[in-house]
Structure formats: structure tokens, C-alpha cells
């Protein structure tokens, strides 16, 4: 039928020359795409294209020869595959319907073969980004990090993040590999290490807002096993954490770890040089944005300690348990034991599988989360300040904790008298009914160094008063106490009234008059409601509130001659949400990222505290909120050494890293039930590795009414915490030692006074800590970190190396299941040697007893003891010496007046080593500075584990007469009258 059509084409003059309109231009330069050399192999690499595409081209290419048709050429005919051939000179006039038709078959196939193009191109597109997509999040579950950590996690806002979602996973939407920051240009060598520049990835940001495009890493080598890497915005200053750290001028020569990093999607490792092994290796999801930053990392081991202050159990919980860390006023309960308690400590410490540990400190204190991977790993989410983390070689746990308070300050050196017995109660509401509560103390024998008063002492709860109606009588207690060699301790909050019943009062007209309260938006006070009402705030990051503070502290003493000072309430605790006025409406008070539980409050950040954009000297509250006890502490203790010019108890409720270097901790009000008592041990041995070793829980519970056999057991325990103080709360029963049965008072009394005996050695383990930043109270596994049982044990503790506690904490109980690792044990009442160690052994226990062990291969300082420290003083001394498996055993003793300062810095004190090797024990005096040691006597030394009877035992060459001698040879012991004098002097003693 073409040629049929084509036969009717008329010839026409070559002159004018024929010109195809602007839409045959149009279809031509179309078609002429199919003319070209790509378009067979565009044909050929589609797998079946319809001839109808052929015949299109064919088509095509006889409408574009119009366009060239201004030469005079003839139609003849048309050939089978449809081609136009040209004979002769003459021209041919195109038939109008038939070039329509043409160049509408010309396009209907030039559209097709587009489509097929786009969809062939398409489909390989989604298969490339589909393996791209695969390749991306084929992440295995345990390692993947949480893209929606706020919660709320759904597809579409899982896509809209660019994350990967897989709905039966936890979580479900996860960062992608690749997400992140990348090196920008060369690794830079720096005095202390090298440095390294990253830019954001392309078409990357957080959901967070704000990204900082640019963040430098310093990579710093400080010694041979401390390493600091920090992360920061160069082009911005940002808040970091105002509290010293040592500083590091040169590279650490030969150190003990190693690290390497990642360029295209930046990561580093950090690694242990021998052994290797990796303990810190970056994941995916870095988030450097103003208020969300996030890191997170896969590290070696599910054994996990540390990052207070929770209710928990010792060894942490590694399957995606998320820890809040927020100074917040709310009592520890056990059954929400991720709430953000009232200290920050974003320490960890990891014990390896091989024994080995290492800790990371992240030096912060914005509010943030903590989730533990179950890969295992850690992901650090804060919402403020930079990445400051400090890593921690070990290899030891004790090493770590060393290490650690290296950095932060050792703990400091605590009087002697705040290691006896403390008493208190919220409710005596009267100086006659606390007179009375010590009198019962004294009438029943029961040792007691310190009564404190909670606040009913003052009056109208407000700061620096005492009721002149109802404790009209402190002064006088306060005298009679320091009569009896007894010390007196008070409770002050933070919050300073301002409408006092009292006009004028001098505490919030002083502050007012220097400047130093924490202030609004406007510049004045911010005002919240605590205790006495409506009550400002001391700033403590303001030097002059120190000023301040030693001021009133002064001014109150002269009216009570108070030895220490309690200070509460200072996370800072606010009744009301960020102040009387409310918080303006800022990104601080409402954060795009709430961390953890912050999240669950009806008022989130700002609940039951002040607003985050409360103004104090250093910083925005909202920086430096965590660090509000920890500042007041440091002032308080400030002021009471100026005051007092000699040691001094400061005990904090809040506290951040470095407050040990101030004082200690109470673990805050719990309640009087057995598994509070359980949840103490943790919390206790937690704060040890935190560097803050004085520390207890309140003895016998405070909320609600104990029972005779609860405080019996706690009593018991509480003899053993480093700070022994038993309180209660207001509106409950007594619960003071003195108040209970005969039978109960006997064994109350019976412990406390075995935690006297045992005070000398306590003291010369705090010695240690001040010295040489070792723990006092500690947990199984520092002393046998390869045997994996201990790595869990948070219901036994030991002091020091020497002595192992195993506690009843179950009601009724007529035994308890103790572990014993491998070593030579032994009672510590009778000596007699536990037998199959590196076991569980069932110990039958009565009321009236404690499970005891001493350690082959110690030997513990001991004292007798009377009802104060003042008195025990005074008392003989004694050693017990409990020998190991090849008949040795080491141990100290140190000595000073318990008060003065700087007593070890001044040279001021005496320190013996004691060591028994094989039938002799020789005490070679380290230093002989405390004149006070030439009047202590050394009147009994007991021997454990001796293999047979000694025949004879001389001191200092002289032979002790048979009568001063008594052998035990059921239990191998060996109990000797000795009479050394002068310990400032070496003693030798030896048996065979």
C-alpha cells in the first residue's frame, strides 16, 4: 500500500526551495534520534522491542529526508523494508495524509521506546538502590543504634530520617552504615598527640537541627595509659565542664594503647596494645548537632559497671537498657532502676573476659542517656557541652578506679571521728528528745560518735536558725556531746528564703547585697519553693558565694558549735517547675531531645527543679545543673576548713565527679524494706569506683516503719558500710540501736563494736585512698577479676584485700550463700579455715551473727574499742595475721591525730609495713612523723593458719612466757600477750 501511495506523489520545481514547517522541524529532529549510531545498541539492549519499533525508525528516517529535500530528487519506488530509494532529478510533492500519518507513527513509537528506556532504567535504578538499601542496613541487630531513641518510631519518620526500619527488630529504626562525618583534609600532628578535621557528610543532617558542619577531633596521648579524645565545633564556642584536669603538655612516650581511625565515614578504635584487643570501636551515627549529640561504640565486654546514680544491680544490663543521668531529686526504688537518681558519674568501667579492665569517662554534664547494646556496646545521646572522653588502660579494676581519680581528684582524707557510728532522725523535734536519744545511746554502751539533727532543728526549715521554742536547748547538747569526746553534725538545704518570718534575715539580704543567687531572665533572683517557702538559690559557681557561704556558715557556729554539715536538697530540688513564674519559652526548658525518663514528666527538664535558662556565673543552668551539689560541696568544705582550721565532714546528696576530693555520700532516702537493704551493697561499691569511697545508705531504712529483725540485719551491714549512719524519717517509729530489746540491743551493740575494733584498719584504708586513690569497700571481682563467678557478686563486698562480708539480707534466714574465690579463708572471730574455696558455701548463720572472712595472706591493724573513737584512741592495739598457702602475709598500719590538716602532706603521721615470712613477722616503720605513735601500745597479736604448734614465740628476741601464749588446734590459730611500746619504732616477732 506505500507504493501505491507514493505513485501519486506529484513532481514540483525546484525553485523555491521547499522549507518543512517549525512542527516538521519539530517531529524530524525526533526522529532523528533513531537514526543514529546509539540507537541499534539502545534496540539491542532491551531484550525484545516490537518490530512496530523497526518499522517506526524506517518511517522516521523517510520524514526526515523532507527536511533535506532542496535539491531536485525524484520518488520512485519504495522497497520491501519500506526504505525510500531515489532515481532521476525530478522532484515529488509529499502527500499531506500520508507524511501525518508517518510522522504520527513516527511519534507514537518514539514515545513507547521512551517509556520502555524509562522503565528498563527504572527498574535497574530501584534494584541498585535497593541493594544500596540492603547493603546499608544489613546491620546485625544487636549492633544497630537507635535512629528514634525519643520513641514514637514509625516508618514513615523512620524514611523521613533516612534510617532503616525493619519492624520486627528492636529497634526498629536504625542508623544506616555510612551515616556520619567524614575526614576533611590531612591528620594534623599536635605536642600531645595529632589532630583531625570532619565535615558533615553531603545532604546529611540530624532531625535534631543545628548540625555543626565542621568538628575537630584532638587525639591526645597523656600517659602511658590515659588517653583523651575531643570532639568539638572549632567555628563555635561551646560550653564545656568548668572543673580542673591535669594538664598534659607532651605525648606519652611508648603508651600502652593504640588508635586508628576511618576517612570516609570517620570512626576510631581504641585499642589495647598487648593484649590486643579492641575496647572502643565507633559506630555508625555520629550527631555533633547544638543540642543532640550522640556517639556510640562496640566495646569487648557485657561486664559493665558504673555510670550512676541508678538503683541497679552492680554488673549492668547490657540488652538495650538505657540509663538517664540527671541530677534529680527522687528516692531510689527498685522498681524503676533506670530513673536518674541525685548524682551524675558518666563512668564506666569494663572488665574483659581474659580479666583484664579499662574504664571511659565522658567529661559532661548536660542531661543525657546512656544505652547499653547488647552487641555489647554503648550509645552516649547528651544534649548539650562537646565529647570529652578520657580512656582508662587499667589493667586492673583497682588500676582503673586509679586512673580515674587521677583526673578527677583523689578522695580527701576523712577525720578519724566520721568513721565511728552517726545517728539521726527527721521528727526528734526537740533538743530534749535528741538529748534523750544519746543518753539511751550511752546508758546501753552502744558506741556512737555523732548525733545529727535533720530540719525540724530549725526554725521555720529556714538556713542558719535554730528554733529558740523547741531547741531552745541545742547549744547545751552540742557542749555536752563534745564533753564526752562525741561530735555534733546539722542538716542545711541550699534554698535561702526569700520572705523569712524573720525580718531582717541576713542570709538572703547578704546574698542579695553580693549578687551571688541564681537569676532569671531579668537579672533578679529566680525564685522557686523549697522547705522554708519561697526560697533563691546561691550560685557556687560565683567565687563570691564561696565568700558568702563561709560567711553565714561562720555567723550560725557561733550560736552551735556544729563539727560537719549535711547538705541536701541540692540537685537543686524545687517544688515547683522552674520557678514561681514559670521558664520563658526557650529551646532549653524545652529541648528537642528529652533523654530517658526525663521524657515521662508532666514538666520534662525542668521538673521539680529550676528553669534551664536560669543564668548562674559560668554558664546557663542548663549546662551546669549536675553540677550544683558538687559546687556546694566544694564551698561548704571550703568554709568549714577556714572555720574549724582542721578536717571536717562534708556529706552531699547530689554529687558529680571530683566530689569525693569534698566529701561523701549518703545513698538518699530509701525505704525500710529488704530489698532496699539489697540494693544498698550496689550503690556502695558503685561509689568506690565513682572516687567517692565514704559513703552509706541510711541504716534501717528511712521511709516508712522498720521491723526488729529488718534493722537488725541492716544494722549488722551498716556496722560495714565506709559511712554508718542509721536515719529515719518523720512520723515513724525509732529506730535507733538503744531503742529495741535486750537481745537486739546486745547484738547491735556487738557489731558496733567490732566495726570500732576494726576502725585502725579502715582508717589506713581511707590512708590508701587519699595517697594512692585505691577503693575502701570493694567488689569481689577487683581482687580476683579472672574468676568469671565474682564478676556478678553484689551481695558480698570486701574492705580492702583483706576482709570479706557476706551480709544476711533475706528475712528468717538461718543461713546464707557465700563465695569464696580461690584463697586460704578464715572467720574472722575463731579462725577457722573455710574448706573447698573457689565455691559457693552455705554458711549457717543466728541473729546474733555476721559471716566474717579474713583473707591467707593479711594481716589487719586492730584496736579495742570503746563507745566513741575519742576514747578508742587511747586503747592498745592488736594485729591478726592470716597467713596464705606459703605461711606469708602483709598489711599496714597508719597512724596521725585523726584531725589536723594536711597531716600527710605535712609529714605529720607514722606508717608501718607488716609482714610475716615463714615463723617471723617484722613491722618496718615507712615513717615515723606522728609523736603520738610513741605512746601506742601493741598488746596482742593472733595468728591464723600456722601448719602445726610452734614450740616457742619471741618478741624482739625475748621468749613470751608459756602463760602469754594460747595455741587453738582445732582451728591452727596462735593467740599471743605481746607488750610493744612505741610504735615509731620497728618490732620484730617469730615463732618456730
Same mark, same amino acid.
Given at each position: 500500500?506505500?507504493?501505491?501511495?507514493?505513485?501519486?506523489?506529484?513532481?514540483?520545481?525546484?525553485?523555491?526551495?521547499?522549507? $518543512?514547517?517549525?512542527?516538521?522541524?519539530?517531529?524530524?529532529?525526533?526522529?532523528?534520534?533513531?537514526?543514529? $549510531?546509539?540507537?541499534?545498541?539502545?534496540?539491542?539492549?532491551?531484550?525484545?522491542?516490537? @518490530?512496530?519499533?523497526?518499522?517506526?525508525?524506517?518511517?522516521?528516517?523517510?520524514?526526515?529526508?523532507?527536511?533535506?529535500?532542496?535539491?531536485? @530528487?525524484?520518488?520512485?519506488?519504495?522497497?520491501?523494508?519500506?526504505?525510500?530509494?531515489?532515481?532521476?532529478?525530478?522532484?515529488?510533492?509529499?502527500?499531506?495524509?500520508?507524511?501525518?500519518?508517518?510522522?504520527?507513527?513516527?511519534?507514537?513509537?518514539?514515545?513507547?521506546?521512551?517509556?520502555?528506556?524509562?522503565?528498563?532504567?527504572?527498574?535497574?535504578?530501584?534494584?541498585?538502590?535497593?541493594?544500596?538499601?540492603?547493603?546499608?542496613?544489613?546491620?546485625?541487630?544487636?549492633? &544497630?543504634?537507635?535512629?528514634?531513641?525519643?520513641?514514637?518510631?514509625?516508618?514513615?519518620?523512620?524514611?523521613?530520617?533516612?534510617?532503616?526500619?525493619?519492624?520486627?527488630?528492636?529497634?526498629?529504626?536504625?542508623?544506616?552504615?555510612?551515616?556520619?562525618?567524614?575526614?576533611?583534609?590531612?591528620?594534623?600532628?599536635?605536642?600531645?598527640?595529632?589532630?583531625?578535621?570532619?565535615?558533615?557528610?553531603? *545532604?546529611?543532617?540530624?532531625?535534631?537541627?543545628?548540625?555543626?558542619?565542621?568538628?575537630?577531633?584532638?587525639?591526645?596521648?597523656?600517659?602511658?595509659?590515659? +588517653?583523651?579524645?575531643?570532639?568539638?565545633?572549632? *567555628?563555635?564556642?561551646?560550653?564545656?565542664?568548668?572543673?580542673?584536669?591535669?594538664?598534659?603538655?607532651?605525648?606519652?612516650?611508648?603508651?600502652?594503647?593504640?588508635?586508628?581511625?576511618?576517612?570516609?565515614?570517620?570512626?576510631?578504635?581504641?585499642?589495647?596494645?598487648?593484649?590486643?584487643?579492641?575496647?572502643?570501636?565507633?559506630?555508625?551515627? =555520629?550527631?555533633?548537632?547544638?543540642?543532640?549529640?550522640?556517639?556510640?561504640?562496640?566495646?569487648?565486654?557485657?561486664?559493665?559497671?558504673?555510670?550512676?546514680?541508678?538503683?541497679?544491680?552492680? &554488673?549492668?544490663?547490657?540488652?538495650?537498657?538505657?540509663?538517664? +543521668?540527671?541530677?534529680?531529686?527522687?528516692?531510689?526504688?527498685?522498681?524503676?532502676?533506670?530513673?536518674?537518681?541525685?548524682?551524675?558519674?558518666?563512668?564506666?568501667?569494663?572488665?574483659?573476659?581474659?580479666?583484664?579492665?579499662?574504664?571511659?569517662?565522658?567529661?559532661?554534664?548536660?542531661?543525657?542517656?546512656?544505652?547499653?547494646?547488647?552487641?555489647?556496646?554503648?550509645?552516649?545521646?547528651?544534649?548539650?557541652?562537646?565529647?570529652?572522653?578520657?580512656?582508662?588502660?587499667?589493667?586492673?579494676?583497682?588500676?582503673?578506679?586509679?586512673?580515674?581519680?587521677?583526673?578527677?581528684?583523689?578522695?580527701?582524707?576523712?577525720?578519724?571521728?566520721?568513721?565511728?557510728?552517726?545517728?539521726?532522725?527527721?521528727?526528734?523535734?526537740?533538743?530534749?528528745?535528741?538529748?534523750?536519744?544519746?543518753?539511751?545511746?550511752?546508758?546501753?554502751?552502744?558506741?556512737?560518735?555523732?548525733?545529727?539533727?535533720?530540719?525540724?532543728? /530549725?526554725?521555720? @526549715?529556714?538556713?542558719?536558725?535554730?528554733?529558740?521554742?523547741?531547741?531552745?536547748?541545742?547549744?547545751?547538747?552540742?557542749?555536752? =556531746?563534745?564533753?564526752?569526746?562525741?561530735?555534733?553534725?546539722?542538716?542545711?538545704?541550699?534554698?535561702?528564703?526569700?520572705?523569712?518570718?524573720?525580718?531582717?534575715?541576713?542570709?538572703?539580704?547578704?546574698?542579695?547585697?553580693?549578687?551571688?543567687?541564681?537569676?532569671?531572665?531579668?537579672?533578679?533572683?529566680?525564685?522557686?519553693?523549697?522547705?522554708?517557702?519561697?526560697?533563691?538559690?546561691?550560685? %557556687?559557681?560565683?567565687?563570691?558565694?564561696?565568700?558568702?557561704?563561709?560567711?553565714?556558715?561562720?555567723?550560725?557556729?557561733?550560736?552551735?558549735?556544729?563539727?560537719?554539715?549535711?547538705?541536701?536538697?541540692?540537685?537543686?530540688?524545687?517544688?515547683?517547675?522552674?520557678?514561681?513564674?514559670?521558664?520563658?519559652?526557650?529551646?532549653?526548658?524545652?529541648?528537642?531531645?528529652?533523654?530517658?525518663?526525663?521524657?515521662?514528666?508532666?514538666?520534662?527538664?525542668?521538673?521539680?527543679?529550676?528553669?534551664?535558662?536560669?543564668?548562674?556565673?559560668?554558664?546557663?543552668?542548663?549546662?551546669?545543673?549536675?553540677?550544683?551539689?558538687?559546687?556546694?560541696?566544694?564551698?561548704?568544705?571550703?568554709?568549714?576548713?577556714?572555720?574549724?582550721?582542721?578536717?571536717?565532714?562534708?556529706?552531699?546528696?547530689?554529687?558529680?565527679?571530683?566530689?569525693?576530693?569534698?566529701?561523701?555520700?549518703?545513698?538518699?532516702?530509701?525505704?525500710?524494706?529488704?530489698?532496699?537493704?539489697?540494693?544498698?551493697?550496689?550503690?556502695?561499691?558503685?561509689?568506690?569506683?565513682?572516687?567517692?569511697?565514704?559513703?552509706?545508705?541510711?541504716?534501717?531504712?528511712?521511709?516508712?516503719?522498720?521491723?526488729?529483725?529488718?534493722?537488725?540485719?541492716?544494722?549488722?551491714?551498716?556496722?560495714?558500710?565506709?559511712?554508718?549512719?542509721?536515719?529515719?524519717?518523720?512520723?515513724?517509729?525509732?529506730?535507733?540501736?538503744?531503742?529495741?530489746?535486750?537481745?537486739?540491743?546486745?547484738? /547491735?551493740?556487738?557489731?558496733?563494736?567490732?566495726?570500732?575494733?576494726?576502725?585502725?584498719?579502715?582508717?589506713?584504708?581511707?590512708?590508701?585512698?587519699?595517697?594512692?586513690?585505691?577503693?575502701?569497700?570493694?567488689?569481689?571481682?577487683?581482687? %580476683?577479676?579472672?574468676?568469671?563467678?565474682?564478676?556478678?557478686?553484689?551481695?558480698?563486698?570486701?574492705?580492702?584485700?583483706?576482709?570479706?562480708?557476706?551480709?544476711?539480707?533475706?528475712?528468717?534466714?538461718?543461713?546464707?550463700?557465700?563465695? %569464696?574465690?580461690?584463697?586460704?579463708?578464715?572467720?574472722?572471730?575463731?579462725?577457722?579455715?573455710?574448706?573447698?574455696?573457689?565455691?559457693?558455701?552455705?554458711?549457717?548463720?543466728?541473729?546474733?551473727?555476721?559471716?566474717?572472712?579474713?583473707?591467707?595472706?593479711?594481716?589487719?591493724?586492730?584496736?579495742?574499742?570503746?563507745?566513741?573513737?575519742?576514747?578508742?584512741?587511747?586503747?592498745?592495739?592488736?594485729?591478726?595475721?592470716?597467713?596464705?598457702?606459703?605461711?606469708?602475709?602483709?598489711?599496714?598500719?597508719?597512724?596521725?591525730?585523726?584531725?589536723?590538716?594536711?597531716?600527710?602532706?605535712?609529714?605529720?603521721?607514722?606508717?608501718?609495713?607488716?609482714?610475716?615470712?615463714?615463723?617471723? +613477722?617484722?613491722?618496718?616503720?615507712?615513717?615515723?612523723?606522728?609523736?603520738?605513735?610513741?605512746?601506742?601500745?601493741?598488746?596482742?597479736?593472733?595468728?591464723?593458719?600456722?601448719?602445726?604448734?610452734?614450740?616457742?614465740?619471741?618478741?624482739?628476741?625475748?621468749?613470751?612466757?608459756?602463760?602469754?601464749?594460747?595455741?587453738?588446734?582445732?582451728? @591452727?590459730? +596462735?593467740?599471743?600477750?605481746?607488750?610493744?611500746?612505741?610504735?615509731?619504732?620497728?618490732?620484730?616477732?617469730?615463732?618456730?
Amino acid at each position: 500500500h506505500h507504493a501505491a501511495q507514493l505513485a501519486d506523489v506529484r513532481s514540483f520545481s525546484a525553485s523555491p526551495r521547499l522549507k $518543512p514547517s517549525a512542527k516538521t522541524r519539530t517531529w524530524t529532529f525526533c526522529c532523528r534520534f533513531l537514526e543514529s $549510531p546509539g540507537y541499534p545498541f539502545i534496540i539491542s539492549s532491551l531484550w525484545t522491542v516490537p @518490530k512496530l519499533l523497526s518499522r517506526v525508525a524506517s518511517n522516521c528516517k523517510n520524514l526526515s529526508l523532507l527536511g533535506k529535500m532542496g535539491r531536485t @530528487k525524484q520518488y520512485n519506488t519504495l522497497s520491501d523494508d519500506d526504505s525510500i530509494q531515489f532515481t532521476g532529478t525530478s522532484h515529488s510533492r509529499w502527500d499531506k495524509k500520508e507524511k501525518r500519518r508517518r510522522c504520527c507513527a513516527c511519534i507514537m513509537g518514539s514515545v513507547i521506546l521512551l517509556i520502555l528506556v524509562g522503565v528498563v532504567v527504572a527498574v535497574v535504578l530501584v534494584v541498585i538502590a535497593e541493594k544500596i538499601t540492603k547493603d546499608k542496613c544489613s546491620i546485625d541487630p544487636s549492633n &544497630r543504634i537507635n535512629c528514634i531513641p525519643e520513641g514514637g518510631a514509625s516508618e514513615d519518620l523512620c524514611n523521613e530520617r533516612g534510617c532503616c526500619w525493619v519492624a520486627s527488630n528492636t529497634p526498629q529504626c536504625f542508623y544506616p552504615s555510612g551515616f556520619g562525618y567524614e575526614v576533611n583534609g590531612s591528620v594534623k600532628p599536635t605536642d600531645y598527640g595529632f589532630q583531625v578535621d570532619l565535615k558533615l557528610k553531603s *545532604n546529611q543532617t540530624s532531625p535534631y537541627g543545628n548540625d555543626s558542619k565542621n568538628v575537630r577531633v584532638d587525639v591526645m596521648f597523656e600517659t602511658q595509659n590515659r +588517653l583523651r579524645i575531643k570532639m568539638y565545633d572549632p *567555628n563555635s564556642e561551646r560550653y564545656e565542664v568548668p572543673i580542673a584536669t591535669p594538664p598534659v603538655g607532651s605525648k606519652a612516650k611508648n603508651p600502652n594503647y593504640d588508635v586508628t581511625f576511618e576517612k570516609d565515614t570517620f570512626s576510631f578504635t581504641v585499642s589495647r596494645s598487648t593484649p590486643k584487643k579492641n575496647l572502643f570501636s565507633m559506630a555508625e551515627g =555520629l550527631i555533633f548537632s547544638d543540642q543532640f549529640l550522640q556517639l556510640a561504640a562496640f566495646i569487648p565486654s557485657h561486664n559493665i559497671y558504673g555510670l550512676g546514680e541508678h538503683v541497679t544491680g552492680l &554488673r549492668l544490663d547490657t540488652n538495650r537498657t538505657v540509663l538517664t +543521668l540527671f541530677s534529680r531529686d527522687i528516692p531510689p526504688n527498685p522498681d524503676f532502676p533506670s530513673t536518674n537518681l541525685y548524682g551524675v558519674h558518666p563512668l564506666y568501667l569494663c572488665l574483659e573476659e581474659d580479666g583484664n579492665a579499662h574504664g571511659v569517662f565522658l567529661l559532661n554534664s548536660n542531661a543525657m542517656e546512656i544505652e547499653l547494646l547488647p552487641a555489647p556496646g554503648i550509645t552516649y545521646r547528651t544534649i548539650g557541652g562537646i565529647l570529652d572522653l578520657y580512656f582508662l588502660l587499667g589493667p586492673s579494676p583497682e588500676a582503673v578506679v586509679q586512673q580515674y581519680t587521677e583526673i578527677v581528684g583523689h578522695p580527701f582524707m576523712p577525720p578519724y571521728w566520721s568513721l565511728g557510728f552517726h545517728l539521726c532522725r527527721w521528727g526528734y523535734n526537740s533538743s530534749e528528745n535528741t538529748q534523750a536519744v544519746v543518753q539511751r545511746m550511752r546508758d546501753k554502751k552502744i558506741p556512737q560518735d555523732t548525733q545529727w539533727n535533720d530540719i525540724d532543728y /530549725m526554725h521555720d @526549715k529556714l538556713d542558719f536558725t535554730y528554733d529558740n521554742a523547741t531547741y531552745a536547748g541545742l547549744p547545751d547538747l552540742v557542749e555536752d =556531746l563534745h564533753s564526752n569526746g562525741q561530735r555534733y553534725v546539722i542538716i542545711i538545704d541550699p534554698g535561702i528564703s526569700n520572705e523569712a518570718s524573720e525580718d531582717p534575715y541576713p542570709p538572703f539580704d547578704d546574698g542579695v547585697a553580693l549578687g551571688i543567687f541564681i537569676a532569671n531572665s531579668s537579672g533578679d533572683p529566680i525564685i522557686g519553693q523549697v522547705w522554708p517557702g519561697t526560697t533563691a538559690f546561691p550560685d %557556687f559557681t560565683n567565687p563570691l558565694a564561696e565568700t558568702y557561704w563561709e560567711n553565714e556558715i561562720r555567723k550560725f557556729r557561733s550560736s552551735v558549735e556544729f563539727d560537719g554539715l549535711w547538705i541536701d536538697m541540692n540537685e537543686p530540688s524545687n517544688f515547683v517547675p522552674g520557678s514561681l513564674e514559670g521558664c520563658p519559652n526557650s529551646t532549653y526548658n524545652s529541648p528537642p531531645f528529652l533523654p530517658g525518663v526525663i521524657r515521662t514528666l508532666n514538666s520534662g527538664i525542668i521538673e521539680k527543679t529550676l528553669c534551664m535558662t536560669a543564668e548562674q556565673n559560668v554558664s546557663t543552668h542548663y549546662n551546669v545543673h549536675s553540677l550544683y551539689g558538687h559546687t556546694e560541696a566544694n564551698a561548704t568544705m571550703r568554709a568549714l576548713t577556714q572555720i574549724l582550721n582542721k578536717r571536717s565532714l562534708v556529706i552531699s546528696r547530689s554529687t558529680y565527679p571530683g566530689t569525693g576530693v569534698h566529701g561523701g555520700h549518703w545513698l538518699g532516702d530509701n525505704s525500710a524494706e529488704w530489698r532496699h537493704m539489697v540494693n544498698s551493697i550496689p550503690g556502695i561499691l558503685d561509689f568506690s569506683i565513682f572516687g567517692i569511697p565514704l559513703v552509706g545508705a541510711d541504716i534501717c531504712g528511712f521511709f516508712g516503719d522498720t521491723t526488729e529483725q529488718l534493722c537488725t540485719r541492716w544494722q549488722q551491714l551498716g556496722a560495714f558500710y565506709p559511712f554508718s549512719r542509721n536515719h529515719n524519717t518523720i512520723g515513724t517509729r525509732d529506730q535507733d540501736p538503744a531503742v529495741w530489746s535486750n537481745t537486739t540491743v546486745d547484738i /547491735m551493740r556487738d557489731a558496733l563494736l567490732l566495726r570500732y575494733k576494726l576502725l585502725p584498719f579502715l582508717y589506713t584504708l581511707f590512708y590508701s585512698a587519699h595517697v594512692d586513690a585505691t577503693t575502701v569497700a570493694r567488689p569481689l571481682f577487683f581482687e %580476683f577479676p579472672t574468676d568469671n563467678q565474682t564478676w556478678g557478686l553484689d551481695q558480698q563486698f570486701m574492705w580492702g584485700s583483706a576482709l570479706l562480708i557476706t551480709p544476711v539480707l533475706t528475712e528468717n534466714a538461718s543461713s546464707v550463700r557465700a563465695y %569464696f574465690p580461690k584463697a586460704r579463708w578464715f572467720d574472722l572471730r575463731n579462725g577457722s579455715e573455710v574448706s573447698g574455696t573457689g565455691a559457693h558455701v552455705t554458711l549457717e548463720v543466728t541473729m546474733e551473727t555476721i559471716p566474717l572472712h579474713v583473707r591467707g595472706g593479711s594481716i589487719i591493724p586492730m584496736q579495742e574499742p570503746s563507745t566513741t573513737t575519742n576514747a578508742s584512741r587511747g586503747n592498745p592495739f592488736s594485729l591478726l595475721v592470716a597467713l596464705n598457702a606459703t605461711a606469708g602475709a602483709c598489711g599496714q598500719l597508719f597512724l596521725d591525730d585523726g584531725e589536723s590538716l594536711d597531716t600527710i602532706e605535712n609529714e605529720h603521721y607514722t606508717l608501718l609495713n607488716i609482714m610475716a615470712d615463714k615463723g617471723t +613477722l617484722t613491722s618496718t616503720v615507712e615513717h615515723s612523723g606522728y609523736s603520738g605513735a610513741t605512746e601506742a601500745t601493741l598488746n596482742n597479736i593472733l595468728i591464723y593458719g600456722l601448719a602445726a604448734k610452734p614450740n616457742s614465740v619471741s618478741v624482739n628476741n625475748a621468749t613470751l612466757p608459756a602463760g602469754d601464749v594460747t595455741w587453738n588446734g582445732s582451728t @591452727k590459730s +596462735l593467740n599471743t600477750t605481746v607488750s610493744i611500746t612505741n610504735l615509731n619504732k620497728p618490732f620484730t616477732m617469730s615463732w618456730k
